[in-house]
């Protein structure tokens, strides 16, 4: 077929009009989710607040602060890093809109790498966002991608050298804000959230924190808690203490030699004990069969069943799946041991939480009964 | 009087057959407080399981130390060695060795404790998740010369451990890593 100038104009119309179906869509990335400001929060600050390099950068993200006012611990819980691993900051925003302190202080972050929620993985085909039931009606949030958005940090190299220790990685890392500790200030955007991000563990003496991630469940390290040697009584104790709660979580101690993650970076660069833990969501796994809301929610999927009656997953799997109200359950419940068990030696030093709603209370009644 | 011998029979034969079952339940564990203190415990295959193991042994009031490298010429000094089984290659990259040498060391434990007269306990309390051919190359090392194998249930759903310790090993099946701290302090005098 020869082409004229009816067919181009067609054409170009054509393609005028998909854009303009799909720029609500796509620009709808960058509306921010609600978080609602609990009971226990006593300051929303910035992360450019400990980084002023980030102010007015797609980097910059929401800090909440929930201080008792009395004196003991500082605790920091993380969620976001990877923005589509919902479990990690539906957790957070949990504890932002829950949780009160009677004792010392809590800091969240629930989407790190804001950047990363303002896209999301369409070769992953995964949804763009995710809807919960809550008492004040159906609540959207943003399923983003695992790394910084390219809009904001472009090219990627061919190869990503880690700037403190020379490590090499596939160029995409360099948008991996969990490859990027302990950041730098003049680096890309990824590096300097991940720099704000210590400055902020340094300047508010954490002595906790705590990074919320999610893995496929065919990832050998998933239900699990990695921890940096400073912090490995505390991680053997609250394994411990959830087994009595019925909740499995395998230990796997952090690599001196794998740079630029969280549990390494924060426990070296800084004097806090620094744990990153893992949820199964089969929405990010390979195995799995179509990517949607429903799989997001339920995390059921018949391909992750076959699997696991193979064994090759490495985590307990059937017909229920891995819900997301579970992964949170899991999530919310595993850093409230942390915090409890954290400052049993030196009481002094202790974070207090209450208003956090219990495992079974997360499970039964799902996630958006508690926002 | 023939239905009353009958059920007589029945019975006894129940009876019996109950009685050989509990015979073998309590061949099967550890008949009671057989180790000595101090003990060393030491990881093979450089999981954080060790670390659980440590704790329970704090909580048990045992009189340990805990050295997740240890080699063999720590072994003297103590009564009891103590090695949880548990690979982490995230573990072994954390402390810079490879499986062959992982598995070199617990040998050379082992064999320094069979040479020094020092009771051998190995542990597993991963469980499920924990197995795997990582793992399991570290159980055919060192549980089949271990004097009592304590093993969370579910890290035995192939019967591996079962099979190890056959009729000549004591072993315990907890079902938690919390049940575990309780068969390793009632094996300590």
Redesign the interface.
């Known amino acids: 077929m020869v082409g004229t100038k009816k067919t181009a104009l067609a054409l170009l119309t054509a393609a005028v009009a998909i854009l303009i179906l799909v720029t609500p869509q796509f620009t709808a990335m960058h509306t921010a989710d609600t978080i609602n400001k609990g009971p226990g929060v006593t300051a929303v600050k910035m992360l450019s607040d400990y980084f002023a390099g980030l102010k007015n950068t797609p980097g910059d993200t929401a800090v909440y602060v929930l201080d008792s006012g009395k004196p003991g611990g500082t605790a920091l819980v993380v969620g976001g890093t990877h923005p589509n691993e919902p479990s990690g900051y539906i957790g957070a925003i949990l504890l932002v809109e829950k949780a009160r302190p009677t004792k010392g202080k809590l800091i969240v972050i629930p989407q790190a790498n804001a950047s990363g929620f303002t896209h999301n993985d369409y070769s992953e085909g995964s949804p763009q966002r995710f809807a919960l039931t809550t008492p004040g009606g159906e609540r959207w949030f943003r399923y983003g991608s695992r790394a910084t958005n390219p809009v904001h940090q472009w090219p990627d190299p061919d190869i990503y050298v880690h700037a403190a220790s020379g490590q090499k990685l596939s160029g995409s890392e360099t948008r991996n804000l969990n490859r990027a500790y302990p950041g730098r200030p003049d680096g890309t955007l990824t590096e300097q959230i991940a720099y704000g991000i210590v400055e902020l563990i340094s300047r508010e003496k954490v002595n906790l924190a705590i990074d919320l991630h999610e893995a496929s469940p065919e990832y050998?390290?998933i239900?699990a808690l990695?921890?940096h040697e400073r912090a490995?009584?505390v991680?053997?104790?609250a394994?411990?203490d959830l087994?009595?709660e019925k909740i499995?979580i395998?230990?796997?101690?952090?690599?001196?030699?794998?740079r630029g993650l969280s549990h390494r970076e924060w426990g070296d660069a800084t004097g806090a004990m620094a744990v990153l833990m893992e949820t199964a969501n089969p929405a990010q796994g390979r195995l799995r069969g179509a990517t949607n809301e429903a799989l997001v929610l339920t995390g059921q999927d018949r391909m992750y069943e076959r699997a696991a009656k193979l064994g090759r997953l490495?985590?307990?799997y059937d017909k229920n799946g891995q819900p997301l109200s579970l992964r949170v359950a899991r999530h919310v419940t595993a850093t409230m041991v942390l915090i409890r068990d954290s400052f049993e030696k030196d009481p002094r030093q202790a974070v207090v939480v209450t208003g956090v709603p219990s495992y079974r209370e997360i499970v039964t009644k799902g996630v958006g009964a508690f926002l | 009087m023939k239905d009353r011998l009958l059920t007589l029979t029945v019975l006894g034969l129940v009876f019996a057959v109950v009685l050989a079952f509990a015979g073998v339940a309590a061949a099967a564990g550890l008949p009671g407080a057989q180790f000595e203190q101090p003990l060393l415990i030491t990881s093979v295959g450089q999981s954080a399981d060790g670390q659980m193991v440590r704790v329970l042994a704090q909580r048990a009031g045992l009189n340990f130390t805990y050295d997740s490298l240890a080699g063999a010429d720590a072994v003297s000094g103590y009564r009891t060695l103590v090695l949880v089984v548990g690979g982490s290659s995230k573990g072994l990259g954390a402390a810079g060795i490879n499986l062959d040498q992982e598995e070199q060391r617990a040998q050379a434990l082992i064999g320094a404790a069979k040479n020094g007269g020092v009771g051998v306990v190995v542990m597993h309390v991963g469980g499920e998740a924990r197995r795997g051919d990582l793992t399991d190359r570290f159980v055919r090392a060192a549980a089949p010369r271990a004097d009592y194998l304590i093993v969370v249930a579910d890290g035995n759903q192939d019967n591996i451990f079962g099979q190890i310790a056959g009729d000549s090993i004591p072993v315990d099946y907890p079902g938690t890593v919390g049940e575990a701290g309780g068969y390793l302090k009632a094996a300590f005098k």
């Not at chain 1, 395998?250 to 794998?258: H, N, Y």
């Open positions: 050998p390290v239900n990695v921890f490995m009584d991680a053997a104790i394994a411990l087994e009595m499995k395998g230990l796997e101690p952090s690599p001196k030699t794998l490495f985590i307990p």
